[in-house]
């Protein structure tokens, strides 16, 4: 892989945000150290010198510099990569701006909904999750067809911003069914998406770096009976 500069990256390996960053330098063909943080429950000392601000991953570091916010390092990733391996993000400004407003509403109308029909306090929220999980992902499917325009990734002929903003779930919609019973792409309803995920999972830089799905169940069963006791811990 591509080296030179001094690259590490602070994850957590479940986490889906890291997991874009970890996909983008993998596309590009970059080297990195990747520093394993516990940043669930504990704040390592890395972590709180290198994003004071919000206290999370993923932090990639370049030459001692931090950027933050996983759609900002992946733009990041683009623009002081340029000229090594793929571009992520079009060189066309209304195609650029098309990308990240796919990626926006994957983070901001996508996945709050995607977490109610998993997560959903009562059974009728979580009912009311799926049913606008569907939704979103029909509309995503949509944006699939235009932006694709018949080829097999949003970006195109090959995986750009957008698909590697998604494929940071491609882990968790693998794990959804068995944890919550949802399926986040339907065949029926989103074949487009689901054909994706297949596609783009399977891509020789993509492969090796999303995390195992049993492990992952694993993690959410752990994750969930933590959080039940939390809440009945609270209530007494």
Request: glycine residues 10%; hydrophobic residues 45%; aromatic residues 8%.
């Amino acid at each position: 892989m591509a080296g030179g500069d001094d690259l590490k990256l602070l994850g957590l390996w479940s986490s889906p945000f890291v997991l874009r960053v970890q996909l983008a330098l993998s596309l590009k063909g970059l080297s990195y150290e990747y520093i394993e943080e516990e940043a669930l429950v504990n704040k390592g000392e890395l972590l709180l010198k290198y994003n004071p601000v919000h206290k999370k991953v993923p932090v990639l570091i370049h030459n001692g510099k931090p950027v933050c916010e996983s759609r900002v390092i992946l733009q990041y990733i683009d623009e002081a990569f340029a000229g090594i391996g793929p571009s992520l993000l079009p060189a066309d400004p209304y195609e650029r701006a098309v990308a990240r407003f796919w990626a926006a509403y994957i983070d901001d109308t996508m996945l709050p909904v995607w977490n109610k029909s998993s997560m959903g306090k009562t059974e009728e929220e979580m009912a009311e999750g799926k049913k606008q999980s569907l939704a979103t992902a029909e509309v995503l499917e949509g944006a699939l067809r235009d932006c694709g325009k018949g080829k097999p990734f949003f970006g195109g002929d090959s995986a750009g911003y957008v698909d590697v903003v998604l494929g940071g779930l491609l882990g968790w919609v693998r794990a959804s069914d068995e944890l919550h019973g949802v399926k986040p792409f339907d065949p029926e309803r989103t074949p487009l998406l689901v054909a994706w995920s297949e596609r783009f999972g399977a891509l020789e830089a993509v492969e090796p770096v999303v995390p195992d799905v049993s492990r992952l169940v694993e993690f959410g069963k752990m994750w969930k009976a933590r959080l039940a006791a939390a809440a009945a811990g609270a209530s007494n």
